[in-house]
């Protein structure tokens, strides 16, 4: 739920560890610098890095939930980084000292679930790992279906190994990608099913999960799966600062608060971190983020301000 994580923490953490995960993967571990614990987090949660070129980037926790000492990510080197994992493949150095944010957690587990389908592909089986490192030591039903190019690319498969992993290497299938629309259709109506993986797998994912009972579908997104908004035309008042905002066309509320002076906590931009999570007080959100749930999103308690706008005149922010 996403109320839980509106107001995570930032510390400074020290990476102590950089270990070999995979091909183009690595695990970044991080310790505090200042005392021996590290704020609690749940499995699907994720952090902020702050990097020293500037850029702010979010990786979900592949450690087990009750690790306090360490916060442990998995990052892939992507070819086409912007800076993010570039940099942290290239430049980081174990000794340095790094700005955490978070952790936040808009993929929680459903620890009750009385059978639970866990489904990754590439990079995205890092939250996918953690869910399945808790579920083990509940005890609990669940399966795995990971997805990588060649066997070379399958991280985690240590913690992952087990009867219940079903390993899909798309080189040794004639390069078929993973059977997503048959694994949801199959799973029992009242398991909990979770998705982190590319774009098309997500799409595919979601498309099979249509009619499933609402709240048993969780999927996490690493890029955008609808546009921003910046229709403007409609104001936002600032309930505590006692001021109003115009939104003008082009823009998005988070642009107009910036360029009003107001200072809003930002990171993705494009609605997959929940950095940018904002109160609602009155007015309905025209959310376009990947992150609320259809319930969260009917609600308009919250919103992500970077990229969703407004279907009333005024919307009224608890900021
Ligand atoms: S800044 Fe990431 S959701 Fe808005």
Redesign the pocket.
């Known amino acids: 739920m996403s109320s839980a994580s509106t107001f995570a923490t930032t510390l400074q953490a020290r990476l102590t560890a950089i270990r070999y995960a995979a091909n183009g993967i690595h695990l970044y571990e991080f310790s505090p610098v200042e005392g021996d614990a590290l704020p609690r987090f749940t499995a699907g949660a994720h952090i902020d890095l702050h990097l020293p070129n500037g850029l702010v980037r979010q990786y979900s926790l592949c450690n087990p939930q009750h690790e306090t000492h360490r916060y442990v990510v998995g990052i892939k080197r992507d070819p086409s980084s912007r800076g993010g994992s570039s940099y942290v493949h290239e430049q980081l150095r174990v000794g340095t000292v790094l700005r955490v944010g978070g952790p936040r957690n808009h993929f929680a587990l459903h620890e009750e679930a009385r059978h639970t389908v866990l489904v990754a592909g590439g990079i995205g089986v890092t939250p996918i790992a953690c869910m399945a490192q808790r579920l083990r030591e509940l005890g609990a039903s669940f399966e795995v279906h990971y997805s990588v190019r060649r066997r070379e690319d399958a991280a985690f498969l240590d913690v992952l190994a087990g009867a219940n992993l079903h390993l899909h290497v798309d080189a040794e299938r004639g390069n078929a990608p993973l059977p997503v629309a048959r694994i949801v259709t199959g799973a029992d109506h009242d398991a909990h099913l979770y998705c982190c993986g590319p774009g098309p797998m997500l799409d595919a994912f979601e498309a099979a999960a249509a009619g499933r009972p609402a709240g048993h579908v969780h999927l996490e997104r690493f890029a955008a799966a609808a546009p921003v908004v910046a229709d403007g035309g409609f104001t936002v008042q600032l309930a505590r600062a006692g001021r109003s905002i115009y939104i003008a066309k082009g823009c998005t509320i988070?642009d107009a608060l910036r360029d009003q002076g107001v200072s809003v906590q930002?990171?993705?931009?494009?609605?997959?971190?929940?950095?940018?999570?904002t109160r609602v007080l009155s007015g309905r959100p025209d959310h376009r983020?990947s992150?609320l749930s259809d319930e969260e999103k009917q609600a308009n308690q919250v919103m992500?301000?970077?990229?969703s706008g407004s279907k009333d005149p005024l919307l009224v922010l608890d900021l």
Do not use: F, H, R, T
């Open positions: 988070l930002a990171s993705c931009e494009q609605g997959i971190c929940g950095s940018c999570e983020d992150l992500m301000v970077c990229c």
